[in-house]
């Protein structure tokens, strides 16, 4: 247990994140060695159900749909050993559309371009009504993260333009660092793909100030990214629907700072329908503290 309060955590946190904790050096998580797969986390999914998307589409006659399983994978990585865990290490590094979690970059990109100036500038609604309440209406960048709005986000891809968007991700080792498709979305329905291995380097390398992006725009970001926290552990996170891929996969990615360790984790699932959305944060919660990183 921590014996300091919420205010001096959260102080603590900005300092965690510009420092190296037990790691002299960065180390990619490419090595295939460095990752041990363990299939006991299987349980945790197999112990929820989603309900399968077509189940809300009978209308004239209802029937009995059989829930599904989840399915998915959680990757962890212990920062002091230098060690990664995985329960399936195939799906672990096959490349999903990232989503909203491809807001972190975005946000990078923003900030660096000057399209963005800080995490204070407030952002006009558009007037546009849309089905989520909480897009309706002005943001920041805390907010537009936290809210994960995704016009405020279209717009930042717009003024960024193609050119220097392609650039920024190539600099930022970003994936398949493929933004075919709409500008303006191709992190929903493009050509972008991101493996949750490769959510875990990009992490790491965000936490430990290596992107190639200056300190400010990485320490903004990492502001914007807090999720959770307490007198145990803090949360950065993000999370992300691509409602658009067969099937619909949802992710959450991010780190948990302690103490005296830093894990990060990225896991991805099919989610055949919204209502599985909290699974993402339940499921990947279960293996951190089946993995004793939180209480």
Known sequence: MR?????TVLVMSSLLASSIIAAPTFASTAAKTEWQETRSWDAIFTQ???????????QAKPQKTKPQQASGVVVLWNENKQQG???NLKRANQGFLPASTFKIPNSLIALELGVVKDEHQVFKWDGKSRDIATWNRDHNLITGMKYSVVPVYQEFARQIGEARMSKMIASFDYGNEDI??????FWLDGGIRISATEQIDFLR???HNKIHASERSQRIVKQAMLTEANSDYIIRAKTGYAVRAEPSIGWWVGWVELDDNVWFFAMNMDIPDAAGLPLRQAITKEVLKLEHVIP
């Open 205 to 207: 390398r965000l936490y």
């Open 48 to 58: 929820h159900q989603v309900e399968p998307q077509q189940a809300k589409q009978l």
């Open 85 to 87: 865990y995985t329960n």
């Open 3 to 7: 014996s300091f309060a919420i205010s």
């Open 180 to 185: 075919s498709g709409n500008l303006d979305s």
